[in-house]
Nanobody, 127 residues
Framework: QVQLVESGGGLVQAGGSLRLSCAAS????????MGWFRQAPGKEREFVAG???????????ALADSVKGRFTISRDNAKNTVYLQINSLKPEDTAVYYC?????????????????WGQGTQVTVSS
């Protein structure tokens, strides 16, 4: 099993920045990809960003079109931690942000493709 713990959420004004962190523990050697999803009130959970954690394509990343240019995903394998840097925040970025991990080494974009989930961290952007 893999445990994921997010941190770094909060209340921020539009235009501000946040850095979310997700620390993995447990069987981290089984992680192939780590990702971030978000879920706004009344909406489905959606893919935000992903990074390949291990294997020959380690370091490959993907971002949802809606966040390209503002969000950056990065990782520190030594710390078993993945980060989501969020800049130029907008009110529509308000959501619970979830860290996720999957055993496959192929980037995934659907919630059904991920095996492990964190408890989520709230990001609220005021206008």
């Amino acid at each position: 099993q893999v445990q994921l713990v997010e941190s770094g959420g909060g209340l921020v004004q539009a235009g501000g920045s946040l850095r979310l962190s997700c620390a993995a523990s447990g069987r981290t050697g089984s992680i192939g990809v780590m990702g971030w999803f978000r879920q706004a009130p009344g909406k489905e959970r959606e893919f935000v960003a992903g990074t390949v954690w291990s294997g020959w394509s380690r370091g490959s990343t993907a971002l949802a079109d809606s966040v390209k240019g503002r969000f950056t995903i990065s990782r520190d394998n030594a710390k078993n931690t993945v980060y989501l840097q969020i800049n130029s925040l907008k009110p529509e970025d308000t959501a619970v942000y979830y860290c996720s991990a999957r055993r496959s080494r192929a980037l995934g974009y659907s919630v059904y493709e991920y095996d492990y989930w964190g408890q989520g961290t709230q990001v609220t952007v005021s206008s």
